[in-house]
């Protein structure tokens, strides 16, 4: 069983930074790409960021040159800089097998950014 567990959200004020975890069990990571998304509130999920099991990224228009998205063994990461308070959301962990196609999700973490 596929258990991502994501950790680092919190209360910054605008212009600050976050860096999220996500501690990711139960298969072999190598053949997944990782995402994080966020869902506002009364808004849609939608992409932030993702890596792929060989490296590669791609960011949301809306976070580029801003956060940075990374992964060390099971574990991925999203450095958040410069955060507006549009940034505001409940973050999730996203793996998908690259072979399947089959995702899994994380239960999330808030973020919440003041002004």
């Known amino acids: 069983q596929v258990q991502l567990v994501e950790s680092g959200g919190g209360l910054v004020q605008a212009g600050g930074s976050l860096r999220l975890s996500c501690a990711a069990s139960?298969?072999?990571?190598?053949?997944?790409?990782m995402g994080w998304y966020r869902q506002a509130p009364g808004k849609q999920r939608e992409l932030v960021a993702a890596?792929?099991?060989?490296?590669s990224t791609n960011y949301a228009d809306s976070v580029k040159g801003r956060f940075t998205v990374s992964r060390d063994k099971n574990t991925t990461y999203l450095q958040m800089n410069s955060l507006k308070p549009e940034d505001t959301a409940v973050y999730y962990c996203?793996?998908?097998?690259?072979?399947?196609?089959?995702?899994?999700w994380g239960k999330g973490t808030l973020v919440t950014v003041s002004s």
């Open positions: 996203n793996a998908r097998n690259d072979y399947s196609g089959v995702h899994f």
């Open positions: 139960g298969s072999i990571f190598s053949i997944y790409t």
């Open positions: 890596i792929s099991s060989g490296g």
